[in-house]
């Protein structure tokens, strides 16, 4: 058995043998035993187990709203991945995916409702998925997308079956079960400029065998999609000011100075971008927008993806209610992302005078301005030697430099994970039965920053002089050291300058999760007015997620690899948790006058965490049909989320936020003027403190090993509709309601910022609550800089309220098209499921403002866009061996969230969005499919916003990938062998 562990863990081949060998192992210890033609309870029911509950019956129907992407939806959209699938869902917001680049983390993840992916559970076949990352999220590229026969999403009363953490629902990917031949599908993609390429293959084969007792199933597949620049588009060609509609560069290429001596003192005035070097005096002049760096360069409208996915299950009859089965999975995926070039930023570096490569004219207002006199400064600037040599000085500055000559900041990420399961079921008797698994899975994750630089090699580096021979060397020789020469033009740093000062650095994430689950299901007895019996399920369930991150040596120094800002620290946590949960679907009344079926559901469950303690989360709801195909349900529920790893135990660490306009920046006066010394900033810089680079500042994330327990209470309430007059028509309409109490949260940072700054919300400019979050540089007085400058500080707590509500609605009509009178083989098919969204508000503390974010968008309040209306719809004709649809996804308009100033007017406001994408499908002979699908039908083009508002995980290229289309019109071809 310790064998068996140690192979599991080290190699995937490993786990797939493990599973399949088992597979094999118990159907030649069965074919000893007496043959059987039927089957067991289990295996034939095991397929009518509804999405939101664990009773096994095939009469079951849910008082909870479940929509379904069916197996030709998903074959007519040909995606590579599940997040692909979904992305355009109108109850899903756009979360982390393809379309984040700065921000990203090399998954791809789902968002209901809009209330955080940490509220949404992600289940395959009903099981949890061993999470990416600390913060407990299931990255979809792991879903083995050949072998999905549908996708059922539940709204709503779905944490006593599944857990609390399904707070916002379930997304349930099923996979084909019994699969028996063999499908190998291929497809390729391409925009029609000819980038943006991704290539998709799989094969899936299967086989029953021992008289259909026993079945396995194996697919393989492999992905490749290409990055699609930023620049590649004319809408990311650079950064555009959402302030001032222009050019909106950052640190320049050549180096911009700032700090002590003040920008005063050297006769650069407020509003410049700093002092640059003119390269015909040799002396420092104030910078301007045309000096400053385009950091679209090198980034990623759309981060590539390279995947393996093996995915392998088996079940086997062992004898009359028993049935043993097992999956395993294992997934390698190299996702990279791509930053703008590194360099100097907003660090404060000790700057040598007698530095060779500083220009005699600087060297003069340096010293000048720091109060050196002529001759003091000509005999430091002659000193050969470094610290410690008489005569030596040096003052500090912050050089901003882009080192343009290491190339982009590389964050290839590449992530493993494997997962095995194994378990028994049956029946107990005839209407009792069981089940009871076990499974373990881990997920690796390796993140390197390629040529990001040391921050400490470029201060060995500037503290250089020229020898007596007429050598430039540095003070400090050791590590083979290289003079680096921030004051030439791009292009003037050397190879070997760039080969000394290069650092890549390495962060290895590590989550493990453990989950053994056992759950009984049965009949119980008929009450008088109904014909079927109470449905139960009780079961309990134990899971154990540990997280690590562990940094390299280097990313742990503070502010050592440049472009960080601050040090990334090691983090680990753990918990686990017993529960246990019971379930009750109860038919009142049936077949009686305006009671054609009337049922009651409950469910509950306990959990005991060993971080929080013991909770309890429940459910109640009903369906009444008072006429068969005309039904009314609804679903009330309580939930109970315990806090992940990331939330309670992640330590301070720097990240970037959207900033336009810096308050203090500008000539501050009064109770303003000394807040911002208050929060931070020199008293000599009020006035020249320099604006947010590239629109961004610093924010400061960390846990909160205090945080409780969160509360919910949600609720759904509608109508389905089938009537027997209108073959193929059905229509569904439900309310939802979802309401967060001592949400864990962390506060926006426009409400900190407002908070403070802002006259209105602070008459008095006090130093309150707010202000005690905001950090300034201490040299510049910025909200920009290393590790000096923490920024905004953003960190978890129980003082959030969420709360949401809207409607969801579907249609679907399926008509042949004999019975509308015309002599054509084949259907006529619609279908459109939307979301109206009656309002969205956060309230990250009570101090904080009530956010209405419904149809808005922002930096740092509402972030990325929140449409109020979301639909998608599709047309289709079809016959057996062909299919034509049109598919027409809308998001609604959206505006700028009000308050929020400084924003010209055009990037104010984003107009209702359609897509119409085309499919098509055709079978020339019994075994190939060939399907052509093309995205963005008449090419609509993304709106310009600017880089200034939106945020900037969310916010790339002036737009938000995430949400509007910036690849145009592509097309996606495809084949399908099926055998």
Known sequence: MRLRIDIMRSSALGVLA???????????????????????????????????????????????????????????????????????????????????????????????????????????????????????????NNIPVALIERVDTLTGGASSTYGADAVAGVVNFITKRDFKGLTATANYRFSEKGDATRFKADVVVGASFDDDRGNVVLSVGYTKADPLLTTARSIGAYPISSVTGQFSGATAAQVTIFGAPSNAKLGIPASSFGAVVNPTTGLLQPATASDTFNSNIGTYFQTPLDRINVYASGRYEISDGIEFYSTAMFNRNKVRLQLASSGTFGNTYQLALNNPYLPAGILGQLCSASGISATDCATAAAVQGGPGTAGYREIPVVAQRRITEMGARGNPIESQMFQVMGGFRGSIIDSLRYDVSAQYGETTQNQTREHWGSFSKVQQALRAYKDKNGNFVCADPSNGCVPLNLFGPNGSITPQQVAFIDLSALINRKVQQTVITGTITGDLFTVPLADHKIGFAIGGEYRKISARSMPDSASQIQGEVLGTGARTPPDFGQYSVKEVYGEINAPLIEDKPFFYRLGVEAGIRYSDYTTTGGSTTWKVGG?????????????????????????????????????????????????????????????????????????????????????????????????????????????????????????????????????????????????????????????????????????????YSNLGVIETAGWDFGVNQRLRMDDLGVNVPGNLTFSMNGTLLNYYRFQATPNSINRNCTAYYSSGGCTNPRAKWRWVGRLGYGTENFDVSLLWTHVGSVSLEPGVTGIRPEFSRIPAYNYFDLATRVSPTENLELSLTVNNLFNKQPPLVGNGVGGTTFNGGNTFPTIYDVIGRSFTVGARLKF
């Open 18 to 140: 493990l599973s399949l060998g088992t597979i094999a192992a118990t159907q030649a210890v069965a074919q000893e035993a007496p043959q059987t033609p039927e089957k067991t309870a289990a295996a034939d029911t095991a397929e009518v187990v509804v999405t939101g509950s664990r009773i096994v019956r095939p009469d079951l129907a849910s008082s909870s709203p479940v929509s379904v992407i069916s197996a030709k939806d998903i074959q007519l959209r040909q995606p590579a991945t599940a997040e692909e699938l979904l992305r355009d869902m109108p109850a899903l917001r756009p979360n982390i995916g393809p379309g984040v680049n700065n921000g990203g983390d090399g998954s791809a993840t789902l968002e209901l409702r809009g209330i955080g992916a940490n509220r949404t559970l992600v289940l395959l076949d009903g099981r949890r998925l061993v999470p990416f990352g600390l913060d407990g999220l299931t990255d979809t």
């Open 623 to 795: 369906t009444w049909e008072p006429y068969q195909g005309f039904k009314f349900r609804g679903t009330y529920s309580v939930a109970v989320r315990s806090p992940n790893i990331q939330e309670l135990y992640q330590s301070p660490v720097q990240s970037l936020g959207n900033l336009t306009i810096d308050p203090c920046v500008g000539n501050v006066t009064g109770g303003l003027a000394a807040l911002c010394v208050a929060t931070g900033a020199p008293a000599s810089t009020i006035g020249q403190i320099p604006s947010p680079t590239s629109n961004q500042i610093n924010n400061t994330t960390s846990g909160n090993r205090n945080l409780n327990v969160e509360r919910a209470r949600t609720y759904t309430f509608g109508t389905a509709l089938t009537p027997s007059f209108l073959p193929g028509f059905s229509l569904t309409v439900d309310y939802f309601h979802i309401k967060i109490r001592d949400a864990i949260t962390q506060p926006a940072q426009a409400d900190i910022l407002n908070g403070c700054y802002s006259a209105a919300l602070n008459p008095g400019f006090s130093y309150n609550a707010f202000c005690q979050l905001i950090k300034r540089n201490p040299l510049t007085g910025s909200l920009n800089g290393a590790g000096e400058t923490p920024g905004v500080i953003l960190t």
